[in-house]
């Protein structure tokens, strides 16, 4: 049994233990044992541990100063297996970020500089950076607030996030196969996907040529989505992320379907109107449907935006420098920061709040279990 | 902003949050006030709180010394709300009544003595006593043990837990109708119960009547309840819990269909046969599917087995002072303790460990929320 320190922060729509590396490194296990072991992979229920037994609360993140000029702190996200002995390091996750930003501001990593305060990040797993711009009224950290997001009830700190140059971040390239969009051809028909890559990898489809509208509820995209699957794994050799007949990772390429705006009830029983937003978008999370969008998702959205003929594109009502991504919690708004023709940064309206700090008592993983008579 | 220490324990199938009542009382805002922020109930996803956002992972039990004379430590049971901000106080935990017997000796609490160790305890809800019988090899508290139980593939310290004097703890009588079986007219034919008290008022179908074998997976099981629930509330009302068309707390009766042992596929896989346990059981808990059986329930089932007639005692396999209970989780393994006729214990095989110590920020209640822009 080792004593580890960590903070359970919520960024967004997602809970995260964040750990400082020195308190993580140099355990007698290494990293990922110590992470399975403290948030109880092992059970579906993760009942022996802190983790949550959802991809949106089995999430962890380390953090350490950063030696980079200009960057504050760096961070590496690990998405933590429920019921599986599997961590994957593949792919960032935005409320993390988020969470990582007030949780730098709380334990004096960076020093609070007014009424908003900007922690500098740069996400290792992929090498982007984003800033976080924490709300620091009166120069001063605060734990809580009154800023509320889609997805969830309780208000927290306003936090604002900023993806920045987040194209290419993977694959080099916006668009990684060359095309705005993609066919794929099907037993019956085809299908349209436009790749990008931005934020993180992502395929995003037609919905209406799938059957679909993109504004179904959470259930429905549920039920639809085993039959998708394929398509995914095939966007993700096109794209390049992985070797033809190989294995693709659960993490990247992010796969969701995009529509045109129409009314619909989000989860908490809101009606939506088609008018209050841009583009319908559902999107899968770890082979399961994600209740609102990741963050990442939700640049690679918003750059597909700027792509004459993209899937979202052809959707998408025109606007100026914003666009409303109508998603099952609710409308995400996503601000496009251009030179010229280039998308420079994405910034989104988060909030965080800091929820627990803990000593985890983690099992060594060499015990053997032992059946009780 | 306050702070509130607490530790994070599993006791058998559950996740259990103990706070000592020194951290909990006097803090400017209620106890359920603090328990429902601390937990995010707010939130379906219990995402902005410590909660775990299901029944056996939204629990809390407050823990202080007893002042009475061989009681060494009396606790509270709290079944903290999830998606609702309510808390329910009407019924106790085995599980979570496992999880303070370990978190007493830790704690200093009760002192260890020899190689196991026993905690005397006290549960508040019910008035029930308790012992729990810890490992403590050498004398000494162990934070982590081999020992397992079916539900958890994560060994942790074997925990024997006793239910002493189990019979009528709410409604003092071990058959609150007087019969050993009620019949409930449905629309067709009749529905047979057994409505026994020990542990905690339980409602016990005979699952054939119903359509039904007791041996369903959990999603069959869950798929069937919503039809049955009206049966609960009639046997809550028979039992005196309710008062006729009254609300019948979710809390108790305990509600479940009992059958014949037949062959079954366990929850993680494994085949069990018919001639591995005596009685086939299939609980619910706040309205759902319980994953095993809560131990109070067990309880239940074992006291209605020594009754003559009862719906348990007419498929069960004629067992000497053991009786073996077939859960979706696997066989569930209770022993009578009989003074003659009368049940004066049960003792059940668990296991338990200390997952964290935590100080958890929890939110002013007073806070008005206000929508970002």
Redo the contacts between chains.
Sequence with gaps: ?IGVSGT?V?GG???CWLFDITDVHGRGASLEDVLLAAF?S??H?Q????G???S??SKAAIISHSYESGVDIDYTFAQVGVGVNEVEWGSNCGNCGTAVGLYAVQSGLVRPRGEQTTVRMRNTNTGSRIDAVVDTPGGRFT??G????P??????V?VGLEFLDPVGSTTDALLPSGAAVDDFTLSEGAAHATLVDAGAPAALFDAEALGLTGAETVAEFGAALPSLLGLRHRAGVHMGLAAPGGPVSHAVPKFGVVGAPRDYTATDGTRIAAADYDISVRMASMHAPH?AIGLTSTVAVAAAATVQGSTVHAHAKARDGEIRLGTPAGVVSARLVLDGERLTGVRL?R?A?????????V??AE???????
Tied chains: 1, 2.
């Design positions: 049994m359970l919520r729509t997602s809970k109880g092992q059970d229920s009942i022996d541990g802190v949550g037994a959802t949106t609360t734990p809580s009154n800023a509320t997001i997805g969830v009830a309780s208000p927290g306003a209740p309206n909030s709040r800091v929820i627990a700090r803990a000593d985890i008592f099992p060594r015990r053997v279990p032992v059946a009780l008579p």
